[in-house]
């Protein structure tokens, strides 16, 4: 990947089907609220480990090198909270 830059995220797949259900549950109550939202598809509903911003993509080819080099091992989240990243 190179030229320009592209807004990106380091981040955890949900996989878990009712966590995911209930997150959807969860974005149509906020729907309900009239707030103005873009709502995220089910199938991308995800944890954001780090928000990187703006980057390269020479920078993301190398973010995703040093990723693949890691050995992941499952563990348990606690969930206390929402966020939101809007675009600038």
């Given at each position: 990947m190179s030229g320009g830059t592209i807004r990106s995220f380091i981040a955890i797949?949900?996989?878990d089907?009712?966590?995911?259900?209930?997150?959807?549950?969860?974005?149509?109550?906020?729907?309900?609220?009239?707030?103005k939202l873009k709502l995220v598809e089910p199938q991308n509903?995800?944890?954001t480990l780090w928000f990187?911003?703006?980057?390269?993509g020479d920078m993301?080819?190398?973010?995703?090198?040093?990723?693949?080099?890691?050995e992941f091992r499952p563990f348990v989240v606690e969930?206390?909270?929402v966020g939101?990243?809007?675009n600038p």
């Open positions: 797949d949900v996989e089907q009712e966590i995911v259900r209930r997150l959807v549950e969860a974005q149509s109550a906020l729907a309900e609220t009239g707030a509903i995800h944890i990187l911003g703006n980057i390269t993301v080819d190398r973010i995703h090198e040093q990723l693949k080099a890691i969930v206390y909270g939101a990243f809007p």
